[in-house]
């Protein structure tokens, strides 16, 4: 039988007994669904930590107090027990290294902020002119905090937008005189909203000189020193001279960690990379299952075809000719699921996108080929015992049925 | 020439722990263009005889020649190409897919045989107005009367030019009117030239062939070109 007569044979076939086409057509279509929605959920929650990790600075450097991760038994850390805090010296220190462009230290705290009768519990960061742009922070209104020596802090702050609008609501801020703790600062900026964003919330933050926050907090350590490399293959060169440059002003000891951007966003990307492979994994269990099911229905079609099987052996045809009938009548089943299914996936996925538009739910090409390839080759596999089964018929024993 | 020529042959089935002969030590020769009836009663051994001679069923021991050729032995695609080409099938019950149209029925034995559909379209529009059928050709079996049927079905069976055409019970599901019609093409088609063998329980229709075999056990009882065989 020619190809194009197999396939028109295979699909009358198919369309003979519509509910029961239907019903596999479906359970295909939802399994491909399935990996595609599934898929472009995962991929699209990588996507978004992605996107907020470059939003934050690409070229960033963090250093923490204190070592992380446990070495073997180091003398210097037996005499000393307690490792040392991150001042601003440091900070100042880390200015000479050079494969760094710029360097903000960081201080936090959380404080009231009050003005005309308002008051609200704030989140306080101190730190220092170039922090609004190491961190890809805009200005709305006003300046960023001054270019001053670190250790000076004068009495100035940079508001968030949320706080702007809550005390402020329609009037200027710029050049107010607000009270944040105990004492009297004067706003000079505005930040533009930016959402919530990975560590700390910029529209409900108080930016202030980072040696004014030291103080109001009583305390001379720092939270983080933001160090920013000169570009993005220096990253390597500018953590080993953070860390030379710390371990010399800690006396030898390495008590701090430095974390790259870098580093962090691998470990997201492979996290949550596996995850949408684990949830690929899930949804490809419903396309197995969609083909036990046109193995199923195919096996329902033999029997319940038996006769004509005899019949079309009879009229001559081979063993190879029914075979291939068969086959193809699954191979369409499958086909023509898994299309339905992908449409049905993007459509999804689309809507995901139109209700969640920060979130980028777009499948993975991997996962569309593994989901459309999977549901074809189980469809072909489930469907090959059927075709044999009905093959093999013995042509008297399929004629007696009818 | 002998078209058919069967020597001892025997089909026996396993029923538990009894073996029936269905055919037991058979001869026979069927010359081309004969008109051969086959009677007797149920369990006789006449459908398994038809099946044997159609090549679905393997005898468990003898020969059978098609055209001079041994074609027991042959490989079951080399036996599917024989029934493609040479032998045509009646059935008592049509058997029409029944999705098919007319005409996609009557061009099934070209379609299986990978005929292209151009050939194929021109051999079914003559075929259709061989057995008028013209206004039909796009109606679905239940959409036909019984007549129309079985007409299409014989105009299925010979739409690949067999030499052989076997007919099991073909008027046991029709009217009498319509069963003589049915029988007049068939006799017709054996005028042209191709050999005929029925299947029939029905005496009158046994009569009109120009030879009756009887079947009784599994063996021929009569044979009305060699006047009565002898039992055993």
């Known amino acids: 039988m020619r190809l194009a007569d197999t396939l028109r044979f295979a699909r009358d076939a198919a369309t003979g007994y519509p509910l029961r086409t239907a019903l596999s057509v ?33 070229n960033l450097v963090s250093v923490l107090p204190g070592r992380s991760g446990t070495g073997g038994f180091n003398p210097a850390n037996a005499i000393t027990s307690t490792p040392r805090d991150l001042t601003i010296d440091d900070a100042v220190a880390l200015r000479r290294a050079p494969a760094v462009s710029r360097v903000a230290p960081l201080a936090v705290g959380t404080s009231e902020i009050s003005y005309g009768g308002r008051l609200r519990e704030v989140m306080v960061a101190g730190s220092t002119h170039e ?27 940079v508001i968030g937008a949320k706080i702007r609008e809550e005390l402020f609501g329609n009037n200027p801020a710029v050049g107010q005189v607000v009270r944040v703790g105990d004492r009297r600062l004067r706003i ?15 529209d409900e933050l108080v930016l202030v000189p980072v040696a004014l926050a030291q103080a109001m907090f009583n305390s001379n350590t720092l939270f983080r020193i933001l160090v920013e490399a000169k570009n993005r293959e220096a990253i390597p060169e500018a953590k080993d001279q953070t860390m030379e440059i710390l371990k010399q002003r800690h006396r030898g000891e390495e008590d701090v960690t430095v974390i790259t951007q870098d580093a962090v966003l691998a470990t997201f990307d492979k996290l949550l990379g596996t995850l949408t492979l684990g949830v690929a994994g899930i949804a490809a269990i419903s396309l197995a299952v969609a083909g036990i099911l046109v193995m199923n229905v195919m096996l329902v079609a033999v029997t319940q075809r038996t006769g004509e099987i005899g019949l079309l052996k009879a009229l001559g045809a081979t063993d190879r000719t029914i075979r291939l009938a068969f086959l193809a009548e699954a191979a369409m089943l499958s086909a023509v699921g898994a299309l339905i299914g992908y449409l049905l996936g993007q459509l999804g996925a689309f809507g995901l996108r139109q209700a969640f538009p920060v979130f980028p739910a777009y499948p993975p090409d991997w996962a569309v080929i593994a989901g459309l390839g999977t549901a074809l080759g189980t469809g072909l596999l489930f469907g090959v015992m059927p075709a044999r089964r009905a093959a093999r018929l013995d042509p008297v024993q399929a004629l007696m049925k009818h | ?147 129309q049927r079985q007409r299409v079905a014989i105009a299925r069976a010979t739409i690949m030019q067999p030499a052989l055409i076997l007919a099991d019970e073909p008027t046991g599901n029709l009217d009498r009117h319509t069963g003589e019609e049915v029988v007049n093409l068939l006799e017709a088609l054996n005028a042209s030239g191709v050999t005929l063998v029925v299947v029939t329980h029905d005496q009158a229709m046994g009569a009109r062939a120009r030879r009756q075999l009887v079947m009784e056990d599994g063996r021929l009882k009569s044979d009305s070109a060699r006047g009565a065989c002898e039992a055993g």
């Open chain 1, 131 to 157: 922090f609004a742009a190491i961190r890809n922070f805009e200005i709305a209104q006003g300046q960023v905090l001054p270019d001053e020596d670190w250790n000076r802090g004068s009495a100035v702050a």
């Open chain 2, 1 to 147: 020439m002998a078209l058919i020529e069967l020597t001892g042959i025997e089909r026996t089935f396993q029923l538990g722990d009894a073996t029936v002969h269905a055919l037991a030590g058979l001869d026979l020769q069927i010359d081309n263009g004969e008109y051969v009836a086959v009677m007797g009663p149920s369990g006789s051994g006449k459908s398994t005889l038809l099946n044997l001679l159609g090549l679905l069923d393997r005898p468990n021991a003898g020969s059978y020649r098609l055209e001079g050729r041994d074609v027991t032995t042959l490989s079951p695609d080399e036996q599917a190409r024989v029934r493609s080409e040479r032998i045509g099938f009646v059935f008592q019950s049509f058997r029409l897919v029944p999705r098919l149209t007319a005409a996609e029925n009557i061009a099934l034995p070209m379609t299986l045989a990978g005929i292209p559909a151009k050939e194929r379209n021109a051999r079914v529009a003559e075929a259709l107005a061989g057995f008028g059928l013209e206004n039909r050709s796009d109606h679905r079996p239940d959409q036909l009367s019984g007549g």
């Open chain 1, 26 to 58: 479906l359970a295909m279509a939802i399994g491909v669904a399935a990996v595609v929605i599934l898929t472009a959920l995962g991929d699209g929650a990588r996507r978004y930590v992605v996107n907020q990790f470059s939003a934050i600075g690409t």
């Open chain 1, 188 to 202: 000079i900026g505005v930040l533009k909203p930016m959402g919530q964003g990975l560590g700390m919330n910029t």
